[in-house]
């Protein structure tokens, strides 16, 4: 054992230095040096079990304290455990790294790929149209308002009753409350919306003469009437250009990162400096398709929408043909639409009618 080569070396050099200084001291005395060395290198050779085991020990000792970081490296290892969070600490700061390095998109190539993506979407709903039923602008301004918190198909269902009953401005202003809340009740929130829309009545016979005026800011002063409601009914009954912020369109341009707006007003002014305003009602349209159809707020099907390869939202909807097919609504699933008389051109494009209330 290389602690017993150790003690065996050290202690033979030990034990004939002791001789050695014996032998000379009684060599010179009485001079029979030789024959008292041969008997001085007998006790140690005798006495080396004792020694080994005395003298042995405490050097075996060091060398197993010697050799016990050897033996404890193993138990190190928690370093060596926290190397692997290290590295991933490391590439996700290699990953942020390069986020952060990551060119930000200019104002050219931001207006581009709006741009692009509005083309596809015009190819891809050639039949995009507001998907309330109207005859003038007195019924679309009253179904716009009617449209809040609830989908534009229970809106459709309703409308028919009530201007069957009360066609006109003059009408509805002179209305029983109590009976245009029982029509609205199927639209929710109808005690509120009657208010809106018997208020609305009355401010456009008393200031505009029974019509409804083309412009925004008279429009904004009526009861229950917003820029959105407004800006529906300049594009669509007036064709006056103007952008349709709700919440589908909200979700859409944040989506594709068009703007980082929350507030629907800001949002109107950063997506309407991004196309010229001859377009705007058309993109309100497209987008708003998009967002019935495909696009969903919960769980959008990434897997069977065309805009995927331009989308920087790819990934956060189901993801798998198949299954995203399954998440199509209206005329992409093959299902009826939300207009009880809808355009022919959506006809034509394979579109269903909505059932009348009750139907079915």
């Known amino acids: 054992m290389p602690g017993e080569k150790a003690v065996e070396t050290t202690g033979g050099a030990a034990g004939e230095k002791a001789s050695g200084e014996q032998s000379g001291g009684r060599g010179a005395a009485d001079g029979s040096a030789p024959a008292k060395k041969a008997a001085a290198r007998k006790p140690p050779v005798k006495k080396s079990p004792a020694t080994e ?71 891809i709903y050639p039949y995009a149209h507001p998907e309330l039923d109207f005859v003038d602008p007195f019924q679309l301004l009253v179904a716009t308002v009617l449209s809040a918190q609830t989908t534009d198909l229970r809106v459709n269902q309703t409308t028919p009753g009530l201007f069957a009953k009360y066609p006109t401005p003059e009408d509805l202003a002179a209305a029983d409350p109590e009976e245009v809340e029982e029509i609205l009740r199927p639209t929710g929130f109808f005690r509120a919306k009657t208010k809106s829309v018997i208020g609305l009545s009355k401010a456009l016979v008393e200031e505009f003469g029974g019509e409804v005026p083309g412009r925004l800011e008279d429009l904004v002063k009526l009861p229950g009437v917003g820029r959105k409601t407004a800006f529906v009914v300049l594009g669509n009954a007036f064709g006056r250009p103007g952008i349709t912020v709700d919440t589908h369109f909200q979700r859409l341009v944040r989506r594709w990162q068009w703007t980082e707006q929350t507030e629907p007003d800001k949002i109107e002014a950063e997506i309407a400096a991004l196309f010229p305003k001859s377009e705007w009602t058309m993109l309100s349209h497209h987008v708003i398709f998009h967002g019935r159809r495909i696009c969903h707020a919960r769980k959008p099907a990434c897997g069977a929408c065309p805009l995927a390869p331009l989308c920087p939202a790819y990934g956060e909807g189901e993801t798998d043909p198949e299954k995203a097919k399954k998440l199509l609504k209206y005329e992409k699933g093959g299902f009826p639409g939300q207009r009880l008389n809808p355009p022919q051109s959506y006809l034509d494009a394979g579109g269903k009618p909505a059932p009348p209330l009750g139907a079915g």
């Not at 000792?61 to 490296?73: D, G, I, L």
């Not at 590295?87 to 930000?104: D, I, L, N, Q």
């Open 53 to 123: 085991t005395a003298a042995g020990e405490a050097p075996a000792r060091k060398a197993s304290v010697k050799k016990a970081p050897a033996k404890q490296a193993p138990g190190r290892t928690a370093p060596a455990k926290k190397a692997p969070a290290k590295r991933v600490a490391g590439e996700k700061s290699a990953t942020a790294a390069k986020a952060v390095v990551r060119k930000p998109e200019s104002r050219t190539a931001l207006v581009r790929r709006a741009r692009r993506i509005d083309r596809e979407l015009a190819e």
